[in-house]
Structures are given as structure tokens and as C-alpha cells.
């Protein structure tokens, strides 16, 4: 089980910082995504990074989203700046092979085995 914290409530313009634990991941090397999920809509991914640094973003957060590195060794973040209400969602970090970063990344949620709880996001 990951752990994520930092979701909240924020207005339209503002900023939400997540983090997300990956301890209990037992591998070196990792593909993480943050997947999103909207009410009524599949889970998607709309920020990844594999163990190497390779960070990739889908389009409607270029820019505003900055996946990283914490200074802890398994922890990561997702630095949301801009907020907008369509960002509103349930945020889950997700960990598995790097190869998972590769192609489809965003819609490759079933094949992540190692899933934090989920943090809210609301922006209004």
C-alpha cells in the first residue's frame, strides 16, 4: 500500500502539493503515475515518472503540473499549480515496472499492482 497526503480544497488559480510514499514498493526501478479519476469518468494518468527521471505529462496540465523527486529515496510528488474545477478528482499514485512508462502510460491503470488510497481534490 502507498501513502498519499496532501489533497485539499482550493479555489480556481491556486496550488496543491501531493506527495506519495512508495515504501512499500519493493523494487529499485519504478514506472509511478498519478492517476486521476473524475466523477463518472475512468481513471487516468496525467503525470508519470520512471526511476531513471523520465517524466512525462498529458496535455491539459503541461505547464501547470510538476512530478519529481522528493529528497527522501521512495517518496514523489505532484506540485499542481493553476488549478482549474476540471482538475477536480480522487488523486492515486501508482507504482510498477518502468516499462510501464512507456506508450500508453495514462490508461495503463490495470496493470499497476501497487496503489496508494487516494487523496481528493477539490477546485472550485
Known amino acids: 500500500q502507498l501513502v498519499e497526503s496532501g489533497g485539499g480544497s482550493v479555489q480556481a488559480g491556486g496550488s496543491l502539493r501531493l506527495s506519495c510514499d512508495i515504501s512499500?514498493?519493493?523494487?529499485?526501478?519504478?514506472?509511478v503515475v498519478w492517476f486521476r479519476r473524475e466523477p463518472g469518468k475512468e481513471r487516468e494518468g496525467v503525470a508519470s515518472i520512471s526511476s531513471d527521471g523520465n517524466t512525462k505529462y498529458i496535455d491539459s496540465v503541461k505547464g501547470r503540473f510538476t512530478i519529481g523527486k522528493a529528497d527522501a529515496e521512495k517518496r514523489l510528488f505532484l506540485q499542481m499549480n493553476a488549478l482549474r474545477p476540471e482538475d477536480t478528482g480522487m488523486y492515486y499514485c501508482a507504482a510498477d515496472l518502468p516499462v510501464l512508462c512507456d506508450g500508453k502510460w495514462n490508461r495503463a491503470s490495470p496493470a499497476f499492482g501497487y496503489w496508494g488510497q487516494g487523496t481528493q481534490v477539490t477546485v472550485s
Open positions: 512499500a514498493y519493493p523494487r529499485s526501478t519504478y514506472c
